[in-house]
């Protein structure tokens, strides 16, 4: 393969406007940046969750997320393309559903946190959500695909679930929210 990138700036975006891949230009602020840039944040984020000693199993997971979320970054580069299928949404709920199997149910909500492996993982849950949001409003001007709404909505679930098993296997107590007033 030849090189992606021989210059790192190319001062076409100097006028508040970036490249899509099909050649055309749009605001930096336009809502497609604003995922593309949360998915970007995302992504940086689960890779800092890798950086925490894991489970093999989770590490091999989150590495494939990562490279997902390039692909859904690629989709979203190309108004109309459709690459996420219903199979990755599946296979994200086949996972969440395996690891979420051992852990107890929840009775009220948890705060973010645990250590510092689970944290990381709250912050990236909270960096997906956001995406999802911005994901949303780009659905109310330009056609998204289902599949992409419905992955980064599972994905969220998954990054939570994964942050409850971080918080587990060191032992940490998990923080149950309590109403003003009850603590």
């Not at 891949?21 to 890779?47: C, F, Q, T, W, Y």
């Not at 390039?70 to 989709?75: L, Q, T």
């Not at 330009?142 to 992955?151: C, G, I, R």
Request: a negative charge.
């Amino acid at each position: 393969m030849g090189h992606r990138l021989t210059k790192i700036y190319t001062r076409t975006g100097d006028n508040g406007t970036t490249g899509l891949a099909d050649g055309s230009r749009v605001e930096k602020d336009h809502p497609r940046l604003e995922v593309i840039g949360d998915l970007d944040e995302l992504n940086s984020s689960i890779g800092m969750i890798l950086y925490h000693p894991l489970h093999e199993v989770v590490r091999n997971c989150l590495t494939d997320i990562q490279h997902l979320l390039f692909d859904i970054g690629a989709e979203l580069s190309i108004p109309g393309r459709e690459t996420l299928t219903a199979a990755n949404v599946s296979s994200l709920e086949t996972i969440l559903d395996e690891f979420n199997a051992g852990l107890p149910p929840l009775k009220e909500f948890i705060l973010p946190g645990g250590n510092p492996a689970a944290a990381t993982c709250h912050l990236a849950r909270a960096v997906c959500r956001r995406a999802e949001r911005h994901l949303v409003l780009l659905n109310h001007y330009e056609s998204v695909n289902q599949h992409t709404l419905a992955y980064i909505n599972r994905l969220s679930d998954l990054l939570f679930v994964i942050a409850r098993l971080l918080s587990r296997e060191t032992d940490t107590n998990e923080v149950q929210w309590k109403k003003s007033g009850n603590r």
